[in-house]
Antibody, heavy 122, light 113 residues
Framework: QVQLAESGGGVVQPGRSLRLSCAAS????????MHWVRQAPGKGLEWVAV????????FYADSVKGRFTISRDNSKNTLFLQMNSLSVEDTAVYYC???????????????WGRGTLVTVSS | DIVMTQSPDSLAVSLGERATINCKSS????????????LAWYQKKPGQPPKLLIS???TRESGVPDRFSGSGSATDFTLTISSLQAEDVAVYYC?????????FGQGTRLEIK
């Protein structure tokens, strides 16, 4: 069965960096685009970033562009989110989610991890 | 970027009654070549990841009760729960996946009256 498991969350000071990971299993990872979505405390879902199946294309929400980098290691079935210059507004539960086969758009996010909490605080 | 707007922000419905949530996109998410609207609905409960309920505006995912239905096309969409059950208390989100930037609506909180 499809499983996604995020890790790497924790408490970090403003301006610092953090790297999240998402371990995937139960499907052919290297054929699917993958997404990061976050939910700040008491707020709604916010789409963050997507990466194509081969890592050749990536797109970002304006709120994280230039600070976050999505990447993947298909040999290890793992998705990453490098988060730099963190601010308190980045405090959220971060979810990885499976996307479309091949393309970065065109299909909904059908499987999700349970999320990892990132808290940005001094 | 495509902006998704839901209404209402919150809704209280009696058990067994109908609940209706609306979603509007700032531009059409209807792909003319296949006549499909790239619109999904998710259910979000505290401490759980979002659950995909409906894709392509009206296609129920496997295992989703048939009291959940989706309708609409292009820019205007509706999620209907025909007979509200206690376990349906949640926040519901629409999402467009027409663009690679999969934007969500702000969410609609559904409660029992």
């Amino acid at each position: 069965q499809v499983q996604l498991a995020e890790s790497g969350g924790g408490v970090v000071q403003p301006g610092r960096s953090l790297r999240l990971s998402c371990a995937a299993s139960g499907f052919t990872f290297n054929t699917y685009s993958m997404h990061w979505v976050r939910q700040a405390p008491g707020k709604g879902l916010e789409w963050v970033a997507v990466i194509s199946y081969d890592g050749s294309n990536a797109f970002y929400a304006d709120s994280v562009k230039g600070r976050f980098t999505i990447s993947r290691d298909n040999s290890k079935n793992t998705l990453f989110l490098q988060m730099n210059s963190l601010s308190v507004e980045d405090t959220a539960v971060y979810y990885c989610a499976r996307g479309a086969v091949g393309a970065t758009g065109g299909e909904p996010n059908d499987y999700w991890g349970r999320g990892t909490l990132v808290t940005v605080s001094s | 970027d495509i902006v998704m707007t839901q209404s209402p922000d919150s809704l209280a419905v009696s058990l067994g009654e109908r609940a209706t949530i609306n979603c509007k996109s700032s531009q059409s998410v209807l792909y003319s070549s296949n006549s499909k609207s790239y619109l999904a609905w998710y259910q979000k409960k505290p401490g759980q990841p979002p659950k995909l309920l409906i894709s392509w505006a009206s296609t129920r995912e496997s295992g989703v009760p048939d009291r959940f239905s989706g309708s609409g096309s292009a820019t205007d969409f509706t999620l209907t729960i025909s007979s509200l059950q206690a376990e349906d208390v949640a926040v519901y989100y629409c999402q467009q996946y027409y663009s690679s930037l999969h934007s969500f609506g702000q969410g609609t909180r559904l409660e029992i009256k």
